[in-house]
């Protein structure tokens, strides 16, 4: 999914190009893989923009301890078929161009905000859910911080290539 609506989205993977979306919304069904899927996504009027499906350990893999042994995890961890794809991504799209300075800035400055309560709500989630490993729990929560730093500068870099009319 993008916002705005209608973009071309292509998916790709280490693997190289697993699927194209065009117009979103739409929905593509991925291989299970240990690859991290880019979605890159492209509308006119807006900048190229894109997002990540993460590859994660999906919890049945320890059934396959059971049931295949070491041999079959093994098989599993080469081939990724022990890793899912969250359901879906949202790719926000930034307008190329603004009629003021304050309408770019009133724009990006909302973004951010609404990717800031996201990542509280994100970082809430995980902390309630980390195991009694405090130092695997303190790197996710690191993790999550380096993301949302990323995210922000990656708006930042947006709001400084958009163009003001007139300007």
């Given at each position: 999914m993008?916002?705005p609506?209608?973009a071309?989205?292509?998916?790709e993977?280490?693997?190289?190009?697993?699927?194209?979306v065009?117009?979103?919304?739409?929905?593509?069904?991925l291989?299970?893989?240990?690859?991290?899927?880019?979605?890159?996504c492209?509308?006119?009027?807006?900048?190229?923009?894109?997002?990540?499906?993460?590859?994660?350990?999906?919890?049945?893999?320890?059934?396959?301890i059971i049931?295949g042994?070491?041999?079959?995890?093994?098989?599993?961890?080469?081939?990724?078929?022990?890793?899912?794809y969250?359901?879906?991504v949202?790719?926000q799209?930034?307008?190329?161009?603004?009629?003021?300075?304050?309408a770019?800035d009133a724009?990006?400055?909302?973004?951010?905000?609404?990717?800031?309560?996201r990542?509280?709500q994100?970082?809430?989630t995980t902390?309630?859910q980390?195991?009694?490993?405090?130092?695997?729990?303190?790197?996710?929560?690191?993790a999550?911080?380096?993301i949302?730093?990323?995210?922000?500068?990656?708006?930042?870099?947006?709001?400084a290539?958009?163009?003001?009319?007139g300007?």
């Amino acid at each position: 999914m993008t916002d705005p609506s209608g973009a071309s989205c292509r998916l790709e993977s280490n693997r190289g190009i697993v699927g194209i979306v065009n117009p979103t919304p739409g929905s593509i069904q991925l291989e299970k893989s240990k690859d991290n899927v880019t979605v890159l996504c492209e509308k006119e009027g807006y900048q190229p923009s894109a997002g990540t499906l993460a590859s994660s350990f999906e919890g049945m893999t320890f059934g396959n301890i059971i049931f295949g042994g070491i041999v079959g995890v093994g098989i599993d961890a080469a081939s990724g078929a022990m890793n899912k794809y969250p359901p879906s991504v949202t790719v926000q799209l930034a307008p190329v161009s603004f009629p003021s300075a304050m309408a770019r800035d009133a724009f990006f400055d909302q973004k951010i905000a609404a990717l800031r309560v996201r990542h509280e709500q994100t970082k809430a989630t995980t902390a309630s859910q980390c195991s009694a490993d405090e130092n695997a729990c303190k790197s996710r929560l690191s993790a999550l911080d380096r993301i949302l730093d990323a995210d922000v500068a990656d708006l930042e870099l947006k709001r400084a290539n958009a163009r003001v009319d007139g300007a």
